[in-house]
């Protein structure tokens, strides 16, 4: 495998709705799918989560 082709750093916060329930962690991921030790903001008002992503990792994995 090789490096996401086409990947562009952005500042990106993304909400998610459906689940009163503040996911455990949020794990930014390099570019093979590793976790890396970079921290990201989550925060819940209602029943909405909102994570800041990491704009230098192209993955992110909410465990819940």
Do not use: M, Q, W
Request: aromatic share 4%; net charge positive; with cysteine.
């Amino acid at each position: 495998g090789s490096a996401p082709p086409g990947v562009e750093k952005i500042d990106a916060t993304v909400t998610l709705t459906g689940s009163a329930k503040k996911p455990r962690r949020v794990v930014a991921c390099d570019e093979h799918g590793y976790p890396t030790k970079r921290s990201v903001h989550v925060s819940a008002s209602g029943n909405a989560v909102s994570v800041t992503l990491d704009a230098a990792s192209p993955y992110h994995v909410v465990l819940r």
